[in-house]
C-alpha cells in the first residue's frame, strides 16, 4: 500500500464546492474538470440556481439561504434539470453566508467501509478543565507491526509498512465511532475527536460515510467530532470549509486543531462553522508568561464569544492543569492523564470507576 499525495487527492475530488454570499446575491460553485457537476460551475444568482433545481427543493433552498438565522444545517435531495440526482448539503456559517458540497446522490444508501490492514486506533482521554471529570477522547491512528508493537504513522517505513491512506479516514471513524458507543454505554455522556488531513476531507464521499456511521452506531449529533489543522485545510480553502459545513450538516462536530500555530487562525474563526478549537501545545506551553497568559485568556474569551469550547493541548503538569482551569478553558488534554491507551483499556479504567482525575497519571498502559 502506498500513501497518496494529498495535492493528488484534492484534485482527484469530485464534489463540487458552494458559496453563498447574501450580500453579493451569488451563490459560486467549484468543480472539478471532468466531474459530473462540471456544468454547474460558475457564479449563479440565487433565481437562476433555482431555477436548476426540481421544483420540491427549490423553496426550502430559498427559505434557508435567505433566512437570519445562524448554525442552520442544509441537506436537500434535488434533481438538477438535466436529470441528474444530486444532493446539496452545508451550513449556515452566519447571517447571508453558507457554504457545503454539491454532489451526485450514488444508487445506494450503503457505504462500505475499507479496513486497513493492522490499523489498531488508541484514546487519549481528555478532562472538563472544571471539574476534573472525564470528557471524551481523542482516537490516535496506530498500527499493530508483525512483533506485536504499536506504532504511529511515522514509523510504518521502519517496518517496512504503509499505509492506504485513501482509507484510514472511513476506517479510523468507523472504529472510534464504535469505540465511542462503548464507551458512552458505560460512561455516559462523552465525544470522540478524530484528526483527519487535507487529502482525507477532499473525498466527497466521505460526508456520506461520516452520515452513515454516525447514524449505524446510534449516536447524538456532534458527539463524533472531526479535527482539520488549518495548515492542513489551508492546502485547499475552499474544499476545506465547504467540507466543514457538510460535515456539520451531516451531524459530526468540528474542531480547529493546533489553534495558534498558522497565520490567519482568526480568519478562521469567521469562515468555519466549529464547535471548538484546541490550543496548540506550543501555545499552551507560553501559559507561564505573563503575556502568554494575557494571549491564552483572551483567545478563551473571543471563542466562548463565538460559542466555541476550547481545549488546551499539551498539559503535563498540575501547575499547567489549574492555570488553563482559572483563565476559563474548557478541557485539558496532555500526557498529564496518561499516554493514549487501546480500547479494552479504556473500557477497564471505565468500569473500575475511579474518581475524577486526580491530576495524577492514569494507571494503565498499553
Known amino acids: 500500500m502506498t500513501r497518496v499525495d494529498e495535492t493528488t487527492a484534492i484534485r482527484a475530488a ?15 460553485i467549484e468543480a472539478e474538470p471532468a466531474s459530473p457537476l462540471e456544468h454547474m460551475a460558475g457564479e449563479w444568482t440565487l433565481e437562476e440556481f433555482l431555477s436548476q433545481l426540481d421544483g420540491l427543493a427549490r423553496s426550502g433552498v430559498e427559505k434557508t439561504l435567505n433566512g437570519k438565522n445562524t ?16 444532493r446539496i448539503i452545508g451550513s449556515v456559517i452566519d447571517n447571508g453566508t453558507a457554504r457545503g458540497l454539491l454532489y451526485a446522490r450514488s444508487k445506494s444508501s450503503q457505504h462500505k467501509i475499507t479496513n486497513v490492514d493492522g490499523l489498531e486506533p488508541v484514546y487519549q482521554p481528555i478532562w472538563n478543565a472544571k471539574t476534573f471529570e472525564l ?25 517496512g509498512l504503509a499505509a492506504d491512506w485513501t482509507h484510514v479516514a472511513p476506517t479510523m471513524l468507523d472504529k472510534a465511532a464504535k469505540a465511542l458507543a462503548r464507551f458512552r454505554a458505560s460512561v455516559g455522556d462523552v465525544f470522540m475527536q478524530v484528526n483527519l488531513s487535507a487529502a482525507e476531507i477532499a473525498r466527497a464521499a466521505l460526508v456520506q460515510e461520516v452520515e452513515s456511521i ?4 446510534g449516536l447524538p449529533r456532534d458527539v ?9 485545510a489551508l492546502r485547499d480553502v475552499n474544499r476545506a470549509l465547504g467540507a466543514f459545513a457538510a460535515f456539520r450538516a451531516a451531524g459530526a462536530g468540528i474542531v480547529l486543531d493546533d489553534f495558534g500555530a498558522g497565520h490567519s487562525s482568526l480568519a478562521w474563526l469567521a469562515d468555519i462553522p466549529a464547535d ?3 490550543l496548540d501545545q506550543r501555545l499552551t506551553s507560553m501559559m507561564t508568561r505573563p503575556r502568554g497568559r494575557i494571549i491564552i485568556k483572551s483567545i478563551i474569551e473571543l471563542a466562548h464569544e463565538l460559542d466555541m469550547t476550547v481545549t488546551a493541548e499539551g498539559v503535563e503538569t498540575q501547575m499547567l492543569a489549574k492555570q488553563m482551569q482559572d483563565v476559563g478553558c474548557d478541557y485539558l488534554q496532555g500526557f498529564i492523564s496518561g ?6 483499556a479504556v473500557l477497564e479504567f471505565l468500569r473500575s470507576n475511579q474518581t475524577p482525575l486526580s491530576l495524577q497519571p492514569m494507571d494503565v498502559s498499553l
Open 14 to 28: 469530485r464534489a463540487a464546492v458552494w458559496h453563498w454570499s447574501k450580500l453579493d446575491a451569488r451563490l459560486t
Open 71 to 86: 448554525d442552520v444545517a442544509i441537506d436537500q435531495k434535488v434533481t438538477l434539470r438535466n436529470g441528474d440526482a444530486a
Open 135 to 159: 470528557a471524551g477522547f481523542e482516537a490516535l491512528a496506530r498500527w499493530r507491526t508483525p512483533t506485536g508493537e504499536l506504532i504511529g504513522p511515522e514509523g510504518l517505513s521502519e517496518f
Open 214 to 217: 454516525i447514524r449505524s452506531c
Open 224 to 232: 463524533l467530532r472531526i479535527e482539520l489543522t488549518e495548515q492542513a
Open 276 to 278: 471548538g478549537l484546541k
Open 339 to 344: 499516554e493514549p491507551i487501546c480500547e479494552d
